[in-house]
């Protein structure tokens, strides 16, 4: 068991270095100045936003959106062959709403995935400077496109993780622990610019592999959005955000990321149906379906966060000071992204629970894979 503590405390300690670094230099989207152009001068932004099947959050979104305080936008809505409820809320809307644009989508071809194709269909009829593609769990702060803008001056592409609003138990316990990983496993400053620790003649090459972005909320400058082809160069992503991201980084552009505490908000799921059958669809896709790499980090993980707990009931005295050592580290961590993102720190004393659910997740995924069974989301088959 000592080797296996050791092997985790190398992994916490990396954490630790990259967490530090994230934790100072992850920007928050709230800390930009808002835009001051007048509504002469400021540039249109075209909020886009693609809805299947979304009766349960589709008005908070839509109503959000529409209640900026930028001076001149549009908002733009595709139905994308919805089956529920959200073809008669946006009938509604758009009947009593005249800066709302309520789009019927197009049947989806054969060779494109739903949410690319929902948001090629926005791309075409925006007629903004701008694109902000928000998601329709999504709510925005009144302040959120003007400070989105401003942020716009100094990049080619933006990108906003949000402030999670988990409310059930199984939110509780999963949903936090994407933010962990984002934290704890990315230098978001190579999101941003080339590692100069790397090799000049390979910097640029390497770039896309550290790409990363939140498909919730991503603004680009239409001209970049153009030149790297918009959602059609994504068109059979699952993962398209990232893909998108990588994208914009081999074209040369700049993408910025930021944090969405005070602007840009988010409840991602409402049911443990709901959560497991989401992740599912693109968990095993994040790792590049790589059979390897996806079973070596899945043993990290149980090494990391199961193992020390298990030490520390069942070591002896050393071994169970060095897992308290790892639990602690760890649990600060969590602690600490608790109090950025106000989610309850209590909840992250059941870190070992969390791991071992997305242990059985990663099973399911793995079983997908080598039976070829899709995932199924919005009613339609993924993968």
Known sequence: MDILLYIAATYIGFTVFVFVRNWFGFRSLSKQSSSTSKASEAPLVSICI?????????????????????????????????????????????????????????????DWLGKPWACHQLSEHAKGSYLIFIDADVWLEEDAVSKAVQALQTSDVITVWPKQQVVSFWEKLIIPMIYYGLYTLLP?????????WLPRNLRQ???????????????FNKKAYSAIGGHSSV??????????AKTIKRHGFSITMFDGVGTVNCRMYRSHKEIFEGLRKNFFVGFGR????????????????????????????????????????????????DFRFGWNPIVSLLQPVTILWYEVLGIRCLWDHFTGKRARWKGREVG
């Not at 298990?310 to 649990?331: E, K, N, R, V």
Request: charged residues 20%.
């Open 290 to 337: 790589n059979v390897p790499l996806f079973l070596f980090m899945a043993s990290m993980q149980f090494i990391v966060f199961v193992v020390p707990f298990l030490a520390l009931f069942f070591g002896d005295s050393g071994s169970q000071q060095l897992a308290a050592i790892l639990i602690g580290i760890f649990i600060i961590q969590r602690w600490l992204l």
């Open 188 to 196: 978001a400053k190579y999101v941003e610019q080339n590692p100069k």
């Open 205 to 219: 090459k390497m770039a896309p592999q550290f790409a990363a972005a939140c498909g919730q909320f991503i603004a």
């Open 50 to 110: 693609p809805a299947r099947n979304e009766e349960a959050v589709i008005e908070h979104c839509v109503t959000s959106a529409l209640k900026q305080d930028y001076p001149n936008f549009e908002v733009l809505v595709l139905d994308d062959n919805s089956t529920d409820q959200t073809t008669e809320i946006l009938d509604k809307l758009s009947g009593i709403i005249n800066n709302l644009h309520h789009l019927k989508g197009l049947p989806k071809p054969d």
């Open 235 to 244: 068109k059979q992503e699952i993962v398209e955000d990232v893909e998108l």
